[in-house]
């Protein structure tokens, strides 16, 4: 398996595994017209933006025999009081489990001198115990925002939850454990 920085020739893959992840765990959430229908284009020019304007963010992805199985996009100084932003970590289904999101939170964390925080929805339980088995605590709630700030993308207002480490060097202690 290989981790890497991600650059602009990797956004139709990354935006592909992003739209599949979604699609699993946002269902009910956001609106399945939204979801089946609109967000591959919408996934597709967010995704082309960030990788080709990488100013104050990193996005890392997880390779293995030539796929994109994974990735972690991370903002940096996206808060003044919980530090940079993880603003999506998605591992393909079949392969849960197996320590790669562990891996790209780590790599995400790499070099954050503040703290480390993300939003997960409420409705997605398994996220929140992956985040609180590997230290984050649950902080407040917050209404979803909806995707390119259109409500009739989200169904009703789902909550999300904000997930935090202060010290996000506690993060980074498996780095290396797929590079030996």
């Known amino acids: 398996m ?6 602009s020739e990797d956004a139709a893959a990354v935006a592909e595994l992003h739209g599949d992840s979604w699609r699993r765990h946002y269902r009910g959430a956001y609106a399945d017209a939204f979801l089946d229908d609109e967000s591959p284009e919408y996934l597709g020019a967010m995704w082309a933006k960030r990788l080709a304007d990488r100013d104050g963010t990193r996005t890392t992805v997880a ?17 003044p009081a919980y530090g940079a932003l993880v603003d999506n970590l998605h591992v393909r289904a079949p392969l849960k489990g197996q320590g790669i999101g562990t891996e790209l939170l780590a790599r995400a964390a790499t070099g954050v001198p503040t703290g480390l925080y993300l939003w997960v929805l409420e409705q997605n339980t398994a996220a929140q115990a992956f985040y609180e088995a590997r230290g984050g605590i649950r902080g407040d709630r917050r209404n979803v925002p909806p995707p390119g700030g259109e409500p009739r993308r989200l169904n009703g207002t789902p909550v999300c939850l904000r997930y935090y480490w202060p010290d996000p060097v506690s993060l980074t202690v498996s780095i290396n454990a797929y590079d030996a």
């Open 2 to 7: 290989d981790f890497r920085v991600a650059g």
């Open 63 to 79: 390779e293995y025999d030539g796929q994109l199985i994974g990735l972690a996009h991370v903002v940096f100084d996206a808060d």
